[in-house]
């Protein structure tokens, strides 16, 4: 259809789709609005980040946190696994040799020493594998297989770890020994009975503040090569024994709780877009 005007002739045929294809372009932007919307209140524990060329991206806000969790645990892994190649180096390996000190020590309890050494040694080998995230997500079922053996390791180790120090020449630490053999077993027993009630994350924290009671054998022996240390005596092994357990007591709850802490705040801060 074309009409007259001016004297010029003006093409009128797609006049009547102008107000069609803007209502379309309306209809595509609601679209496109509600689906935005849609997705954050879908995942309100995610804030958008940015949004650019039609591309959402999105960051959790316990990224940061996890983040610095994973940071801490390569660091105290790390140490704590030079300590023990030093301690396995400097002093453990002398059990070989018969005319060795720690050998003629032990000589009088060979069996106390074997029921408790090689069961508290694996415990503390399977325990680290126990805190692997990828072990667990990839290969769960070895992850219950060690566990169970970490159980049956701790149960055997912890008591005689008792009648151990209460045969050696050391009268004054048969109690810091029965307190360590008890956190142990308590600790240990709880994250037992967490995961066979389904109570998964009590397991992984009680699993926490059990493995450092296995953490002292190595810290301690780590404390007392220091030459100061040494110098001291038996006030000096007294002294780190009884430091080492009392921290394997209390800073596995408090690193719990501060995590929980972190995370909270981190969730409580407002999203922005």
């Known amino acids: 259809m074309r009409e007259m005007v001016q004297g010029g002739e003006v093409d009128t045929s797609n006049l009547g789709c102008q107000p069609t294809v803007r209502k379309i372009r309306e209809l595509d932007c609601h679209v496109a609005l509600c689906t935005l919307c849609s997705l954050r209140l879908a995942a309100p524990s ?18 940061v946190i996890r983040s610095k969790s994973l940071q801490a645990k390569y660091v105290v892994w790390a ?26 020590r032990y000589a009088a309890i060979p069996w ?15 325990g680290v594998f126990q805190f692997s995230s990828r072990v667990r997500q990839r290969y769960l079922q070895v992850h219950r297989v060690m ?22 020449p050391i009268p004054t630490l048969s109690m810091a020994s029965a307190i360590q053999a008890t956190g142990w077993l308590l600790t240990t027993g709880t994250a037992l009975y967490c995961i066979r009630t389904g109570r998964i994350q009590q397991h992984r924290e009680w699993m926490i503040r059990s493995y450092p009671f296995a953490m002292v054998f190595v ?29 394997a007591c209390f800073l596995p709850s408090f690193v719990i709780a501060w995590q929980a802490l972190a995370a909270s705040r981190q969730l409580a801060k407002p999203r922005t877009v």
């Open 46 to 63: 995610h804030k958008v980040a940015a949004l650019n060329g039609g591309n959402l991206a999105t960051a959790a806000p316990g990224t």
């Open 79 to 104: 140490m704590f696994g030079l300590m023990g190649l030093f301690v396995l180096l400097t002093r453990e390996r002398t059990l070989l040799d018969s005319n060795s000190f720690l050998r003629q």
């Open 112 to 126: 106390l020493m074997l029921a408790h050494g090689i069961p508290g040694a694996l415990a503390l080998l399977l």
């Open 147 to 168: 566990g169970r053996i970490y159980v049956g390791c701790v149960a055997i180790s912890a008591p005689v770890a008792i009648a151990v120090s209460i045969a050696l």
């Open 219 to 247: 810290v301690v022996r780590a404390i007392v090569a220091i030459p100061a240390v040494a110098r001291m005596g038996e006030v000096g092994i007294q002294t780190a024994v009884w430091s080492v357990i009392a921290t």
